[in-house]
């Protein structure tokens, strides 16, 4: 039992990676009401732009342990920048016609996107997944104590990411922005009676969606390889969180997330072949919150 | 003998707010009921409850003498309970008489799609939408697309036919072909339970009338006692709503 | 009716005698192969779509085919064609539970659940290489010892299944009730439709039919791993052949296998695309569905209502059964 300590704050860790991505999901899924799949590839660009930026900067400088930090700090912006633009921008000419026609129209539009977008960039680019640097990876915060270690990277990545979850969620209390997403996500008839631009609101609820997913991609650069194809276990993690928050539960994500980033990490450490078993853990958690609903019929839109 | 369909105590909150909050009421074969009243009152609510597209929070249905309470809507509709919507939803993709096949081959139980077919075209032309059995539904106006969604409810051949809001949309001309309409399905056995907004239908084709307001029941009789009640006048007072 | 009917008799022929011609170029029989297979499984995928649902889960249940026949084989001995009847009946079951939960639910959760489902096999798969071989796969002697005739027929009797499905589910009183599901669930419902039984007898068929498919797929290729049986890629071909030839319809995913199969076939040896064949996949999805929803099924009826120039037959109405 020593490294539960560990365990558990590295679980705690994850969960913060999970909640930044899971939140962009839910709010395209609780506002717009659209599935898409292609989350994970947007994660997967983001992560691409700050594997960039981590190129230009390590490249001339020697910065040290201040890489992973400084790449995260400028990558974000930059890669959040870009893809609320592309968002807004793939809202406005592919989503938007589609969002009267049935719901299979719209998966297999997310779907298709996202099966192109790893393929083009694993042309464009190359197919081989990628490594920052391993040095900075693995370099360990001094830490007093020693029960508990953690690298730069991590540490920093979660710091991020609940700054981030935080923003988004005043964002979302606070602004009229955000009172309007939750207005049209709770009701979108109401919301067109008041007199809220549903139309842009989706469109902004999308790009901030993908911004969401690119800053978590950033994220990510030193904590695993970049590779075209990270979108597919990105999003399956995305899904179980926001099927147990349940559906337009925004506020719900962090625990969901808390939950299953946790479980994970006390699941691979403590039971035998753990490995095998986390990565089932998600479907099976999406199985069995899916049998406890009490079963609804219809079109809840 | 029990009535051909009951309500006991039915609630059915969203979110914390009651839609319907403890509603009552029966309807007796061959007693036509209406159930006026505010918007908001809750009747589109009660109404599926009782097709079965929602489950009850509390409270008990039955139906010819049968707690259909958990019973889905489609074996709802195989028992005899039919259901038009306020919105006409057509299946889109199958023309006219396709859409009355729907229900003739579901509801109503047809042996065969070429019997389906012929009893689908029988009551097209009893709507008077014969002419146009192969027309897509995009094509079609708004009195027809009413008289297309009540071909296809008679096509599963109810017993008991809940009719939301007919008149909506119509002029008065078509209104009164629409209450002649409904009379001879009345006349053929069919027992109708109508939520409606427009008075003469309601004096014209129901025999009873429950009132709602705030997801309960606030006067029951016949129109002539109903419209007389004060709590009835006050509930309607209170709100933009009554077109008598 | 007739005229669909008596089309697809005359293609049934040609194809039966297509070995004739081809038996000489190992290439093409091993192409023919393949395209019924692909057939057989983009015929199946339409079937579930007809009821609204995204199904990504079948290139996970070619792939549980494949491991069916494989285990059976190693374990049990058990020649291909018995290995071909287990698996139909493994998938069926499977099918069922997986269905049964999800379909009672929005589609959204369907299809989410069958994205996670090949995942969750492919990891099985690997984490078991006691049973499975792990990541070095899995083989077992070739299917009728290498007579590329003789599995063509099995494939076509597979195919021949398939269009049963598909036409079935056209012809018969079930094509008034997808349509319906599909449309509009609370509607149908209401109108004695039973939604999720109806829902689950068709994915359930469909699943079937893609799990026989990938119990051919074993013997056939001889050898397989869990990257190769459980490959997206197949889940996105199920989808992609369909969409682009004319979905909801049984000459469209036979006609987009031909095209886009054939399609793959040169492109994964061309650069610069080889691996990354599937981009022209994915901006298929897109582009038909953004432009060409029925595919060129849609496309051929809509220029042929425009020449003819009647009105209503502009729409592709799929009609009372006419």
């Known amino acids: 039992m020593e490294a539960l300590p560990q365990t558990l704050f590295f679980g705690v860790l994850r969960s913060g990676l999970y909640a930044l991505t899971a939140l962009g999901l839910a709010i395209s899924l609780g506002v717009i009401g659209v599935v898409n799949f292609a989350h994970g590839e947007f994660v997967m660009l983001g992560a691409y732009i700050g594997f960039w930026v981590y190129l230009l900067l390590s490249g001339p400088l020697d910065l040290g342990p201040a890489v992973s930090p400084l790449v995260i700090a400028l990558g974000i912006p930059l890669s959040a920048g870009a893809l609320f633009v592309l968002g807004r921008g793939v809202f406005r000419f592919t989503l938007r016609p589609l969002l009267s026609r049935p719901e299979l129209d719209q998966m297999l539009l997310t779907f298709g996107m996202a099966i192109l977008l790893q393929n083009l960039v694993s042309i464009v680019l190359s197919p081989q997944a990628q490594d920052a640097s391993l040095g900075w990876r693995f370099e360990l915060l001094p830490l007093p104590g020693g029960a508990i270690s953690v690298t730069y990277a991590r540490i920093s990545a979660f710091a991020v990411s609940m700054a981030l979850v935080a923003a988004t969620y005043v964002l979302l209390a606070r602004t009229r922005l955000g009172k309007q997403m939750r207005a049209v996500a709770q009701n979108r008839l109401g919301a067109m009676v008041v007199g809220i631009p549903v139309d842009q609101v989706y469109e902004v609820a999308f790009g901030l969606s993908l911004a969401l997913a690119a800053a978590a991609g950033v994220t990510l650069v030193f904590q695993t390889q970049v590779s075209p194809f990270l979108g597919l276990s990105t999003i399956l993690k995305a899904f179980s969180i926001v099927v147990l928050a349940g559906l337009g539960n925004l506020f719900g994500v962090v625990w969901a997330s808390l939950l299953l980033g946790v479980s994970e990490q006390v699941i691979s450490q403590y039971v035998p072949d753990g490995s095998a078993l986390r990565d089932g853990l998600f479907f099976l958690l999406i199985f069995v919150v899916l049998l406890a609903r009490p079963g609804g019929l219809g079109r809840a839109r | ?244 | 009716m007739r005229r669909e009917l008596v089309a697809w008799l005359a293609f049934i022929a040609i194809a039966a005698l297509l070995p004739l011609a081809l038996a000489s170029d190992p290439y093409l029989m091993l192409l023919a192969n393949v395209m019924l297979m692909f057939m057989a499984l983009a015929l199946s995928w339409d079937v579930v779509a007809r009821t609204g649902q995204l199904s990504l889960a079948h290139g996970a249940f070619f792939g549980l085919g494949a491991y069916t026949v494989a285990i059976g084989h190693k374990y049990a001995a058990l020649p291909p064609l018995a290995g071909l009847a287990v698996a139909g009946v493994v998938g069926a079951i499977v099918a069922v539970a997986l269905g049964g939960v999800t379909l009672r639910l929005r589609g959204i959760y369907f299809a989410i659940a069958t994205l996670a489902f090949g995942e969750v096999l492919r990891t099985v798969a690997l984490q078991v290489p006691d049973v499975t071989g792990g990541t070095i796969g899995i083989s077992m002697p070739p299917l009728f010892g290498g007579d590329r005739v003789a599995s063509y027929y099995l494939a076509g009797a597979i195919f021949l299944l398939a269009l049963a499905l598909s036409l079935g589910v056209r012809y018969t009183r079930a094509h008034y009730a997808v349509t319906a599901i599909r449309t509009n669930e609370a509607v149908a419902a209401v109108m004695g439709v039973p939604v999720v039984l109806t829902k689950v007898l068709t994915f359930v068929t469909a699943a079937v039919i893609a799990t026989l498919a990938g119990a051919f797929y074993m013997p056939f290729i001889t050898h397989t791993d869990p990257h190769d049986a459980f490959e997206v890629s197949r889940s996105v071909a199920a989808l992609a052949f369909p969409i682009f030839g004319g979905i909801y319809t049984s000459v469209g995913p036979v006609i987009g296998t031909v095209v886009l199969r054939s399609l793959e076939e040169y492109l994964r040896v061309t650069p610069p695309w080889k691996e990354g064949y599937q981009v022209v996949y994915g901006a298929v999805i897109v582009l038909a569905v953004l432009f060409m929803p029925r595919g060129l099924v849609g496309l051929a009826s809509r220029m042929r209502a425009r020449l003819s120039r009647r009105p209503e037959a502009r729409i592709p109405i799929l009609g009372s059964g006419r």
């Open chain 2, 1 to 244: 003998m029990s009535a051909l369909l009951e309500a006991h105590g039915l609630v059915r909150r969203f979110r914390g707010l009651a839609a319907v909050d403890g509603l009552s009421f029966s309807v007796e074969e061959g007693q036509s009921l209406a159930i006026i009243g505010p918007n908001g009152a809750g009747k589109t609510t009660a109404f599926n409850l009782v097709s079965g597209l929602l489950a009850p929070n509390a409270g008990r249905i039955t139906f010819r003498g049968r707690d259909v309470t958990g019973v889905r809507a489609h074996e709802r509709c195989r028992m005899g309970l039919g259901r038009t919507f306020q919105v006409v939803q057509p299946f889109a993709e199958l023309d006219v008489l396709g859409n009355v096949m729907v229900g003739a081959l579901f509801g109503g139980g047809a042996a065969s799609v070429a019997g389906a077919r012929a009893e689908a075209l029988r009551l097209c032309d009893m709507v008077g939408l014969g002419p146009k059995a192969l027309w897509p539904v995009g094509g079609l106006t708004v009195p027809d697309r009413k008289r297309l969604e009540l071909a296809r409810a008679l096509a599963t051949k109810p017993a008991l036919l809940l009719l939301d809001e007919v008149m909506e949309g119509l002029t008065p001309a078509e209104e009164r072909e629409a209450v002649g309409l409904l009379h001879r399905i009345r006349a053929d056995g069919v027992t109708l339970l109508l939520i409606e907004h427009v008075m003469s239908t309601v004096r014209d084709l129901s025999d009873r009338v429950l009132v709602m307001d705030y997801g309960k029941p606030i006067a029951e009789g016949t129109y002539a006692e109903v419209s007389r009640d004060p709590n009835v006048i006050a509930a309607y007072l209170g709100s933009e709503e009554a077109t008598a």
